[in-house]
């Protein structure tokens, strides 16, 4: 079975720009979790979807948003980029959404 | 902010001692799960153990949960050097339907 995957693995981006992440889970999966992890604040809990439908959403700012597909594969899109928002993006997908969830590697967002 | 603190930050051993971390968290929890990451790469899930447990066993890894503490800890015994990484434990928490992670724990083993 196939893991996790997330595209791209790496990005430097330009302060103001914006940014759009994608994850495919793993087959059968309905939930995806998005989360930013940084060296300063750990790993953050961004936002849930599943079934096409936002669950849950953590504390950060509109800029942040994202969406999932009929297919389940999810995108996160960042806009207005700010350097504070350099960090690894990591989507996680399970069968319910809290339990054992299985993340993808990362990718590595770097803004300039 | 974090519901999960583990303890220590970090802790380095030799290779084929035990390793035990600890995680504390705030408020009442329906579930605790361990997970791993390597090197800025994704996390692996380790364990779950459920509020209504005391113990769970999984091959090398012995987790307890103490919620009268709002604790619970992790010990990898007979430690290799592949477990090297970074340890997590995550909560959701009863009404708040999201996995909350601790700082984590950087363990490194020495050949």
């Known amino acids: 079975k196939a893991g996790v995957t997330q595209t791209p693995r790496y990005l430097i981006k330009t302060r103001g720009q914006q940014v759009t992440l994608s994850c495919s889970p793993i087959s059968g999966h309905r939930s995806v979790s998005w989360y930013q992890q940084t060296p300063g604040q750990g790993l953050q809990f961004l936002f849930e979807y599943f079934s096409e439908t936002q669950r849950n959403k953590g504390n950060f700012p509109g800029r942040f948003s994202g969406r999932q597909f009929s297919n389940s594969r999810s995108e996160m899109n960042v806009s207005t980029l700010e350097l504070g928002d350099s960090a690894l993006y990591l989507c996680a997908s399970s069968l319910t959404g809290l339990h054992e969830q299985y993340f993808g590697p990362g990718t590595r967002l770097t803004v300039t | 902010s974090q519901q999960g603190e583990e303890d220590p930050q970090a802790l380095s051993i030799q290779e084929g001692e035990n390793a035990t971390m600890n995680c504390s968290y705030k408020t009442s929890i329906n579930n605790l799960q361990w997970y791993r990451q390597n090197s800025g790469r994704g996390l692996v899930h380790l364990i779950l153990i459920r509020s209504n447990e005391r113990e769970k066993h999984s091959g090398r890894l012995r987790v307890t949960l103490d919620t009268s503490k709002k604790s619970s800890s992790l010990l990898i015994t007979a430690s290799r050097a592949a477990d090297t990484a970074s340890y997590f434990c995550?909560?959701?928490?009863?009404?708040?339907?999201?996995?909350?992670f601790g700082q984590g724990t950087r363990l490194t083993i020495n050949p």
């Open positions: 995550a909560t959701d928490t009863q009404g708040a339907q999201k996995l909350v």
